[in-house]
């Protein structure tokens, strides 16, 4: 019996549980809690009462309801086609042919997958918008009346999500399938059976993989309705949750089924690619598999013409309305040297300046964020592939799960968990104050790190730490002397990429922050919600350039540090073989 209770005491059995218990307190008892706010809507408030399940059915009675619902599954399905198609479709010319424009278009995709898709949004609405760029500057009487339509919505949202698809699909390309083409072709495939039956079905798993997160990013998107809702009416499922917080009087009733079907249709998405991919075998890489090399054409400028072209309009223009209007007086007076101006920017780093007094509150928050979230996603990591503790695969699907849910929702969970009277006597009653927005910031990091951090760990040999173990090490120090020097850029590259992720989260913060707590994306979107564009423009570049700036700074830092420490070790070792060898001497 003692060593029964040994072994259940192991470091990695008290890791694992310790990790598990994170991963439920940060994002399954919040979700939870939305889930069981809709059939006992007083619970969280001193009162059980079971109001049914007829609530949940309401949504196709109350216009509001299913016009969000309707909306929203309009806008994601539309996402889903055109940005897989467009996605793969980039992703095919990219690996087929040498394109000089490989690079550029790898950035743009990264930058459109970390860019908050509000400013994308904002961007666009300047550029289309009645009295905007291509009205007042291009004459395009036609843009307004295309982009605030559904249609347009669509061709928006497009641009912010098909790098989902497009990295899913670049990643399988990147080995050659000649030879089973080749094989198709022996039996009397032509060029397009080939393709139909043997390279589409084989890119089938990074086709599903990328169009899921697409549909999922899409349909708990904030950011573009919240952008649209001063120039366009368009509610969807996650505005209307946000609309029924913040309205008199407040509808929890409301945002918890909205929630509901919320999380319903994303949890019904995963598991339809769960299905879909157990259907059947997608494996072609074998020993004597070689990667595929891009071909040179002749007419390869062409093809360079129209990546540029087709980048152009996915960050050029909403960008570049951006920086324009920054510098313009009044929108409406055009483009003229009577209209320019630099008054916005000065007005960013002035004294009283709201936008800088949350720049400087985001910055805190995500630092947090972005240090906890790293390290409970190294652990989550460690505990993956590293031990053998039972639950194992709850932690996994958890941080999984964590990536489908909406900030909307998340946010609403955690003002039923975190705003209970019992908790203010022990003084963790966190609604209300900065502490909460930490929280919710470090449970939207933590998918992103875990996800980062477990193909980092993965590549690390177990007999490393066993050897040292073995040696006497214990948990600490194997995680300091091996896993963290092995792990140093993939930990770099998660925690920068968590931090700046964190700082423009839209939908957290404007459901959480306290009273008297400014925060950069709620000051940045209020500007514009009181059509103040040239301020809020101004405010985006330049918090976003700073944002650049410090991670910038910091990866050099950090990388020219440890470096400067290595080469401090090899002197000193170095100092130490010189006395060995005196001493010999002697």
């Known amino acids: 019996m003692p060593r029964m209770l040994l072994n259940k005491r192991t470091a990695p059995t008290l890791l694992g549980w310790g990790v598990l218990l994170l991963l439920v307190l940060l994002i399954v008892l919040p979700l939870l809690a939305v889930l069981i706010q809709i059939f006992l809507p007083g619970i969280f408030f001193g009162e059980l009462n079971f109001a049914g399940f007829g609530l949940v059915f309401d949504i196709f009675e109350r216009k509001l309801w299913s016009k969000s619902l309707t909306n929203s599954l309009l806008l994601a399905a539309g996402t889903t086609v055109f940005g897989t198609l467009l996605g793969t479709m980039l992703a095919i010319l990219r690996s087929t042919y040498h394109l000089k424009s490989r690079i550029i278009l790898d950035f743009t995709a990264w930058a459109l997958l970390i860019m908050p898709s509000f400013i994308i949004a904002q961007g666009w609405v300047l550029f289309a918008s009645g009295k905007g760029i291509a009205v007042t500057f291009f004459g395009l009487e036609w843009v307004p009346s295309f982009i605030f339509h559904p249609i347009g919505l669509i061709f928006i949202m497009t641009l912010c999500k098909f790098p989902y698809a497009y990295l899913a699909v670049t990643a399988a390309l990147e080995w050659n399938m000649n030879n089973l083409i080749a094989a198709a072709r022996l039996n009397g495939a032509n ?128 960008i570049g309305s951006s920086i324009v209007v920054s510098f313009m007086d009044t929108l409406g007076n055009g483009i003229s040297l009577n209209n320019f101006t630099f008054r916005h920017y000065q007005q960013f780093f002035s004294v009283d300046s709201a936008t800088l007094e949350g720049f400087f509150n985001s910055i805190s928050i995500a630092l947090l964020a972005g240090i906890l979230g790293l390290i409970i996603g190294l652990l989550i990591g460690y505990v993956l592939v590293f031990t053998d503790f039972k639950y194992r695969k709850w932690i996994d699907s958890i941080s999984v799960i964590s990536l489908a849910v909406p900030g909307v929702v998340l946010g609403i969970g955690y ?9 203010e006597a022990i003084h963790l009653k966190l609604y209300g104050t900065p502490a909460i927005l930490v929280l919710a910031s470090v449970a939207g990091a933590i998918p992103i790190a875990a996800r980062l951090m477990i193909g980092a760990v993965t590549k690390i040999l177990p007999s490393q730490l066993n050897a040292a173990a073995l040696q006497g090490a214990g948990f600490f120090k194997r995680m300091q002397s091996i896993l963290i020097p092995l792990l140093r850029s993939s930990l770099l590259t998660a925690g920068l990429t968590a931090f700046g992720t964190s700082i423009f989260d839209l939908a957290i913060t404007s459901i959480l922050y306290p009273p008297n707590y400014i925060t950069l994306p709620v000051a940045i979107n209020k500007a514009f919600e009181d059509l103040n564009y040239g301020y809020a423009t101004a405010a985006t570049i330049i918090s976003g350039s700073l944002v650049i700036v410090i991670m910038m700074a910091f990866k050099w830092f950090i990388e020219k540090g440890f470096t400067w420490l290595a080469a401090l070790g090899k002197k000193e070792r170095k100092h130490v073989i010189n006395r060995t060898e005196r001493i010999k001497e002697v």
Do not use: E, H
């Open 191 to 318: 060029s397009w059976n080939s393709i139909t039956t043997v390279q589409i079905p084989l890119l089938m798993p990074s086709l599903l993989s990328g169009a899921a997160l697409i549909f999922m990013d899409a349909i708990g998107d904030f950011g573009l309705p919240a952008s649209l809702a001063a120039v366009y009416s368009f509610p969807t499922l996650s505005y209307s949750i946000y609309s029924a917080l913040y309205t008199a009087p407040i509808r929890f009733d409301m945002a918890g089924v909205l929630s509901f079907y919320l999380v319903l249709i994303i949890f019904i998405v995963m598991a339809i690619q769960l299905w879909a991919l157990r259907k059947g075998s997608y494996s072609y890489i074998s020993g004597q598999s070689i990667r595929k090399n891009a071909i040179k054409v002749r007419f390869g400028w062409l093809i360079d013409g129209f990546v540029v072209c087709c980048l152009i309009i996915m960050l050029g223009i909403p």
């Open 415 to 423: 003002i039923f968990i975190w705003n209970q009277q019992f908790l």
